[in-house]
């Protein structure tokens, strides 16, 4: 299947087959593909939870306006991002290109500098937004992901993202929700799998220059 | 090559071969893989411009901290996105799910006042934020497809969206520049197509529950 098919083939899947998981290989490749989602600067503030656990996937339906993909689908994925970029992050940032590439310092300090001095002086707010942003990128990445290996996905950005972080335990691990994705496979009475995709017409969508 | 091997395969390419013009093939790849993209609410206020013209390319790069590969990738995409969602363009868009759904009125119309309220009551700087994130996971997707389809990109955020949205004529249209992406082939002296990728381990972005 081309992608163009693959893309076709997807959508917002909301009724899963509770019954069937997803083989531990494709959740490997979800969390390896989601690994290799490019971020701004590459600085990833974005951590990928896989959720598995029936009895937590079951307490986020309620924080998710009820919707029971929550619970039925094989696994959860939810899109969290780090509360803050500080000097500390960025630190780390840059032992890991040095470790990777062994980088000389001299020659990473120019970046490093306007890097430091961009989070320093960035507004909390717009910040906070930009960081949030990057787990946008991670979840269009793992869409087009599923569709290309016969993944069902239903992308959501609706639920209760303090509730979700509370149950979840991110606040002391320094993250908090952004995005939600249930996966794993479409039950065959879907009604939502046999409608026709509502997009614009491409000419309506492009403009070429 | 699978979809991991893919996404090893792409980097931000800094430096493309300007004498390697994308097929229309490709570009319509692009135009349509772009077109299914998700969006919230399937509302679609994300607009491609695809930019082939030398001169206007050429004309950006001041306006994009001078990177080159914006003249010289062999496409200039561009995510726009709408200004403001207002009654009328959740109008059209039910128009168009009743076009392709014959849905009757009745049957959307709880979905469509719920939909007119939160536009309606959403603060303006929540409202321009939840748009422009859209274009985040329309990027998300097309680069992994550029990945998937052996185009070589650059994701970029960084360019002055005031002068993209002059040059480009973008107000007149009720559009505003969010992302730009310089699509081609990689030159073959790009000495970052070289470098080893710089990503966390897989076990320290991901969160197993």
Known sequence: MNVLDALEWRYATKKFDADKKLPVEKIDTLKSAFNLTATSFGLQPV?????????????????SFNQQQVADASHLLVFAVETDIDEKYIQSYFDRVKDIRQTPDEVLKPFRDYLETSVKTMETGIKKEWIAKQAY???????????????????????????????????AKGLTSVLAMPVGYRAQDDMFAGFKKVRKQVEESILEI
């Open 137 to 171: 990128i991670a979840m269009g990445n793992l869409l087009t992901v599923c569709a290309v290996e016969q993944i069902d996905a239903c992308p959501m950005e609706g639920f209760v993202n303090a509730e979700y972080d509370r149950v979840l335990g991110l606040e």
């Open 47 to 63: 951590r990928l939870l896989v959720i598995g656990n029936q009895k937590i996937k079951e307490e986020l339906v309620q924080h």
